[in-house]
Every structure is written in structure tokens, then in C-alpha cells.
């Protein structure tokens, strides 16, 4: 009986193992991630490269502030100088600092150029654009050119204010001035149409004028008014022309009896007299 309790018992331990076994092969079966099967041919997927690494525009900015502020002292102050003439306004130097990126403060150089330049105002704080001629419109620029009967050189006002060469060639277009080129320098001089002015002549401008031969026939003086891009009233040889097609002879002009200079005469050369040294009385 003993033999046949322990088989029975052991029979029993062997069940229960199998049973067990079969429980915890259920569960690792059910738990196992499942993947996927890639066939053994298939591509392999590269993968993505890096992408550039791109600056964003705050650091473009640091980088032109940067460049500026290393640049030579010069191109710096150009840079002041162009914004003071463009705006004609005062700025302190955080205002310049903040429209070109020139730091006034912290650079020396740049502070002791821009306050000793003839083209800057500096009043302790801000800084200004100074022109030789402190002009604000075409009013007070007439008054400027009337105290220079003998000329006044262009470039002596055309900085005065943004509008000014405009307002030269109002003026010259209302004839109120004369803007005549200088050939020697290549200038420009702007000379007051006010016949009372009194203008200095010099002796070697009366000895050129005086020796001055115009040419005798009306078809040369019209031919050199032409050279010298000015239209002649007259034409003279169209003018030969239909009178010989015609048959007419042209009339010569009666000559007109010459009129005595006296000393009551009124003279418009007054500015030659030596032309008069010898007046009848």
C-alpha cells in the first residue's frame, strides 16, 4: 500500500508541473512584441541627413555690427557724416549709434574726428551737419549770391541744403542769376543778374575783349553763334538764297548818320572808361 500511495502522489506532482509549465508558456506566447518580417532583400532605409546649420538674422546683425565697428575710423565717420547731411537733424550719439551702428562712446578716435570735423556741429550732446552757408530756401540763397557780384563758386553752397542745385536753376531760369562755368577748374559760378552791381574787370579781360575781331559778313557771325549752341535770330544765307531765286537784289541798309559823343551822353560802358578819353565838348 505504500508503494502504490507514493506512485499515486507522484503521478499527481507530475500534473500539476505540466500544468504549470503550460500556464507560463500561454503567457510568454501572448506577452512577446511581435515585429515584423523584412525581407532579406529589401533596400535598407539611409538615413536623413543633417540639416545646415543656418544663422538666424540676429546673428547677421551682430556680424554687420561687428564689421562696422572694426572698420578704419574714416568709414566710419562717413557713415555719421551721410546720415547728419540726409536728415539734417541733431543726434546724440546713442541715436547714431542706433541708425549706423557707430558706437561714438567706445571708439576714441571716431569721437575726436567727429567733434573736430568741419562738416559736424557738436554742441556737448548731439551732433549736426554744418555747411559753410547756413541757408534755408531759395530766398535766402539770392540774397547769399547778390553780396558776390564778382561770382560765387557752387560748391561753396550746393551742401548748404538738400534742394539747392534746384533752386540755382529756378533762378537761373527766372533770370535772376547767371550760372556760367569756369573752363580753367571745371566749376561752376554763379554770378547776381543785377545791373546796378558794380563788377571789377580785370586788364587782361579789356585787352581780350578789345581784341576780339567779329567777322565782317552776317553769314560768319551766324555760323559762330551756332558753334557756340546759340540760335541766331536771323538766316542770312536763306535769306541770299530766295532773293537770288527770285531775281531781287537785297537792299543794303541806308547808312545812318553817326551820332556825336558828348559828355551828356549816357554812356553803358561806363565800366571802360578809357574808351571815352577823348569826348567832344
Not at 502522489?9 to 505540466?18: L, S, T, V
Not at 532605409?45 to 546683425?61: G, L
Not at 573736430?116 to 552757408?133: E, L
Request: aromatic residues 6%; hydrophobic residues 30%.
Amino acid at each position: 500500500m505504500d508503494l502504490k500511495d507514493s506512485l499515486s502522489k507522484f503521478k499527481q506532482q507530475q500534473e500539476r508541473c505540466q500544468s504549470s509549465l503550460a500556464s507560463i508558456a500561454h503567457q510568454a506566447s501572448t506577452s512577446k512584441p511581435k515585429h515584423r518580417a523584412q525581407p532579406i532583400n529589401a533596400p535598407s532605409v539611409p538615413a536623413r541627413p543633417a540639416q545646415p546649420i543656418k544663422f538666424s538674422n540676429d546673428t547677421e546683425r551682430l556680424q554687420h555690427i561687428n564689421s562696422i565697428r572694426k572698420s578704419p575710423v574714416g568709414a566710419q565717420i562717413k557713415l555719421v557724416i551721410e546720415l547728419l547731411y540726409k536728415t539734417r537733424q541733431a543726434y546724440t550719439a546713442e541715436q547714431i549709434n542706433e541708425a549706423t551702428y557707430v558706437d561714438i562712446h567706445g571708439n576714441k578716435g571716431v569721437f575726436d574726428s567727429l567733434r573736430n570735423n568741419p562738416k559736424v556741429h557738436y554742441d556737448g550732446r548731439r551732433f549736426s551737419y554744418k555747411s559753410k552757408h547756413d541757408l534755408k530756401g531759395k530766398d535766402q540763397l539770392l540774397v547769399l549770391i547778390r553780396k558776390f557780384p564778382e561770382g560765387l563758386a557752387v560748391v561753396e553752397v550746393k551742401d548748404a541744403y538738400p534742394n539747392v542745385l534746384e533752386d540755382l536753376q529756378a533762378l537761373k531760369a527766372t533770370g535772376e542769376v547767371w550760372l556760367l562755368s569756369n573752363m580753367d577748374s571745371q566749376e561752376d559760378i554763379v554770378y547776381p543778374n543785377d545791373p546796378k552791381a558794380k563788377i571789377k574787370v580785370d586788364d587782361d579781360i579789356k585787352q581780350l575783349f578789345r581784341g576780339i575781331e567779329l567777322p565782317r559778313d552776317m553769314v560768319d557771325i551766324e555760323k559762330e553763334l551756332h558753334k557756340n549752341g546759340h540760335k541766331p535770330m536771323t538766316n542770312t544765307a536763306k535769306r541770299r538764297a530766295a532773293a537770288q531765286i527770285n531775281g531781287v537784289k537785297p537792299k543794303g541798309k541806308p547808312k545812318k548818320k553817326q551820332r556825336e559823343i558828348t559828355k551828356r551822353t549816357k554812356l553803358t560802358n561806363a565800366h571802360l572808361p578809357e574808351l571815352f578819353q577823348h569826348l567832344n565838348t
